[in-house]
C-alpha cells in the first residue's frame, strides 16, 4: 500500500504563488508516476499535471500550462507543484494520486491510478 499525504495548500490573492506537496510512504516511490488532479466545488475531478517515474517525463493540463511546474525529488520520496499566477479559478481541492509504471510515462486519468491522497484545498481569492 502506497501513502500519500500532500500539504501546502491556502488562500492566496490571484497573481500569487504556492507550493503543493506530495509525500509517499509505504512503497518503492521510484516505480511510480505521480498525479495531480483537482476538483472545484460542483464540478468533476480534472487531471492537472503528472510526472514519470524518474521525472523525466511530464504533462501538463492547457489550462495550467506555463503557470505550473511539477518535479520529484526520489530521495525524499516527494513530488511538487509549484503553482504561479494563480486565478481564481484555479480554486480547488488538489490531490496527488499515484500509478505504478514500467515506462517513464505519466498520465492524467483519474480512473488509471492506483493510490490517492486526501487532498489539499487551495483558495484563489482577494
Known amino acids: 500500500q502506497l501513502q500519500l499525504v500532500e500539504s501546502g495548500g491556502g488562500l492566496v490573492q490571484p497573481g500569487g504563488s504556492l507550493s503543493l506537496s506530495c509525500e509517499a510512504s509505504?512503497?518503492?516511490?521510484?516505480?511510480?508516476?505521480i498525479s495531480w488532479f483537482r476538483q472545484a466545488p460542483g464540478k468533476e475531478r480534472e487531471g492537472v499535471s503528472c510526472?514519470?517515474?524518474?521525472?523525466?517525463?511530464?504533462n501538463y493540463a492547457d489550462s495550467v500550462k506555463g503557470r505550473f511546474t511539477i518535479s520529484r525529488d526520489n530521495a525524499k520520496n516527494t513530488v511538487y507543484l509549484q503553482m504561479n499566477s494563480l486565478k481564481p479559478e484555479d480554486t480547488a481541492v488538489y490531490y496527488c494520486?499515484?500509478?505504478?509504471?514500467?515506462?517513464?510515462?505519466?498520465?492524467?486519468?483519474?480512473?488509471?491510478?492506483?493510490?490517492w491522497g486526501e487532498g489539499t484545498l487551495v483558495t484563489v481569492s482577494t
Open positions: 510526472i514519470g517515474k524518474r521525472g523525466d517525463s511530464t
Open positions: 509505504g512503497l518503492t516511490f521510484d516505480d511510480y508516476a
Open positions: 494520486a499515484a500509478r505504478s509504471a514500467f515506462f517513464e510515462t505519466c498520465v492524467l486519468n483519474a480512473a488509471a491510478m492506483d493510490y
